[in-house]
């Protein structure tokens, strides 16, 4: 979970009356849960579908509905609000609401807060189909697109209307992914990124194979951090169990030959190649055809050498950032710097497993960056969203260097 970028931020929620309201105190459960401050601004309308005090109890903080609410002191909140706010969002967003914000319409307080705020501004349109679709609503969410408004498209599907199609609230945890990135710096934006994770398998007969224990969770973690700051991400994945992050375009692979033939054919593209991948080292000569029988007391198995696809990447790269991950048992320093040296990396990260911080399947890790220049950065146990953006910032780095020469 990339908790850290929303930790003690100000959000401002704004919700209006629709159907879809109902999600709504889940998506503000979320934010407070990754360290968020939320505040709820309702419309009249949204209290026929869910009451304020629900919000109340879940944010630790008052509710605005009225301008003129004096209990409230609403007369003057909308305005300190709005200058706290580190983002707003509104869901569901009305096509009521979308026309007044479309045209400067301020007639309520969730209306007049808007115009208010300075900081990213999220809407997330939530209604009928026939609705959605009118050109005079699609005419508003171009507006508001135009004026720096980042619009979430809903989801398709079957609507409480009982209409089938487009209008639907996307999930809470959607909207929250979708929140984290409005919040990061984009420093790679419009850079094409690179990222191998997870473990390969190498098939031994139909139903065994050689493998690792690697989960993925580092290579998965890296590809959302470079999405969430603009960059363009294709990552390469072995089997693994977890959720391919939003916005990152997916290819799923088994092999090391596999996972060679798509990285190295993505390679020309790309500006920056992370290799996390735990690449099975070796593969059987023969898969068998049938499964292997039980019968001798010892099986012999005879293995070739993979492709090693990092130093590969190495040797065919041009302008491009690369780098490599080592995971040790021993031996961490002079077996990353080799490694460093010997591929032709731009960066490595270096990391011994074994240890309850930086386990494979762990969510957590203890790494240490090695740089061509001899300089090393050893950094704390943390979390594996942390060492992600840890990294990129020294890539984005890099790249800023690369880009002013």
């Known amino acids: 979970m990339m908790s850290g970028v929303i930790r003690n931020k100000h959000i401002v ?5 629709g159907i879809s309201a109902y999600k709504i105190p889940e998506l503000l459960r979320i934010l407070v849960k990754k360290g968020a401050s939320v505040k709820v601004l309702m ?9 304020k005090t629900t919000f109340e109890a879940l944010s630790g903080n008052p509710v605005c509905v009225s301008l003129f609410d004096e209990k409230s002191e609403g007369s003057i909140r ?15 967003a009305t096509a009521n609401m979308i026309g007044k914000l479309a045209n400067g319409i301020a007639d309520d307080a969730l209306s007049t807060f808007m115009l208010a705020v300075t900081s990213p501004r999220m809407i997330c349109p939530a209604m009928n189909t026939n609705m959605y679709e009118n050109r005079a609503v699609q005419r508003n969410i171009d507006i508001l697109e135009s004026d720096g408004y980042t619009v979430i498209e809903p989801d398709a599907g079957e609507l409480a209307c009982g209409v089938t199609g487009a209008g639907r609230l996307p999930s809470p945890e959607f909207i929250a992914d979708r929140l984290q990135k409005l919040l990061y710096d984009k420093d790679l934006l419009n850079k094409k990124i690179l990222i191998s994770a997870g473990p390969t398998i190498e098939p031994i007969d139909p139903v065994r194979f050689i493998s690792n224990h690697s989960s993925g969770k580092m290579g998965y973690a890296i590809a959302k951090a ?10 390469v994945s072995g089997p693994t169990s977890l959720c391919p992050p939003i916005g990152v375009r997916v290819v799923h692979v088994k092999t090391a030959d596999e996972m060679a033939e798509s990285m190295l054919g993505n390679m020309e593209q790309s500006d920056i190649i992370i290799k996390v ?5 070796y593969k059987p000569v023969v898969r068998a055809e049938h499964k292997i029988k039980k019968t001798d007391e010892r099986l012999s198995l005879h293995l070739e050498k993979n492709i090693d696809i990092l130093k590969v990447l190495g040797e065919r790269k041009k302008q491009q950032i690369l780098v490599g991950f080592a995971a040790e048992t021993q031996e961490l320093d002079n077996n990353a710097q080799k490694k460093l040296r010997e591929k032709n990396l731009d ?25 061509p220049n001899g300089e090393k950065k050893s950094l704390p146990i943390m979390g594996k969203d942390e060492v992600a953006n840890i990294l990129l910032d020294h890539i984005a780095g890099k790249v800023m260097t690369d880009d002013d020469r």
């Open 277 to 281: 991948a735990a690449v099975a080292d």
């Open 226 to 235: 470079a999405e969430y700051r603009g960059a363009e991400v294709t990552l």
């Open 78 to 92: 909308h305005i300190s609000w709005a200058q706290e706010a580190d983002a707003v969002i509104v869901a569901p």
């Open 347 to 371: 960066l490595i990260v270096g990391n011994l497993v074994g240890s309850t911080a930086s386990a494979f399947g762990s969510d957590s890790n203890k790494v240490t960056l090695y740089f």
């Open 43 to 51: 419309t009249r309308n949204a209290e026929a579908f869910i009451g």
């Open 13 to 17: 929620m704004g919700v209006c009356g």
